[in-house]
């Protein structure tokens, strides 16, 4: 089992950062963001892999960065330009080698204009 605890959701306005953390309570090789909106469906926000490289979906390449922490078996989302579009329920998501996976609780990021 892996528990994911995640943090620095919040309200902040639009062209403001957010960053947030998810904690691991062991190593895990890949990591995500995902997040779902009101009345939508949970949508792929970005991945790391265990070495290191990442992927994200296109509306948000070039705002959010995700990197990882190792030593701390945390994953990070850095959100920078956040739009009112932003506004959702952030999931963190590991997958082991075996296929398991495992979510967070969600941390809420609220953006207003």
């Known amino acids: 089992q892996v528990q994911l605890v995640e943090s620095g959701g919040g309200l902040v306005q639009a062209g403001e950062s957010l960053r947030l953390s998810c904690v691991a309570s062991?190593?895990?090789?890949?990591m995500g963001w995902y997040r779902q909106a009101p009345g939508k469906q949970r949508e792929w926000v970005a991945t790391?892999?265990?070495?290191?490289?990442?992927n994200s979906a296109g509306s948000v390449k070039g705002r959010f960065t995700i990197f990882r922490d190792n030593a701390k078996n945390t994953v990070y989302l850095q959100m920078n330009s956040l739009q009112p579009e932003d506004t959702a329920v952030y999931y963190c998501?590991?997958?082991?080698?075996?296929?398991?996976?495992?979510w967070g609780q969600g941390t809420q990021v609220i953006v207003s204009s």
């Open positions: 790391i892999f265990s070495g290191g490289s990442t």
């Open positions: 062991r190593s895990v090789g890949t």
């Open positions: 998501r590991a997958r082991q080698i075996d296929g398991r996976e495992y």
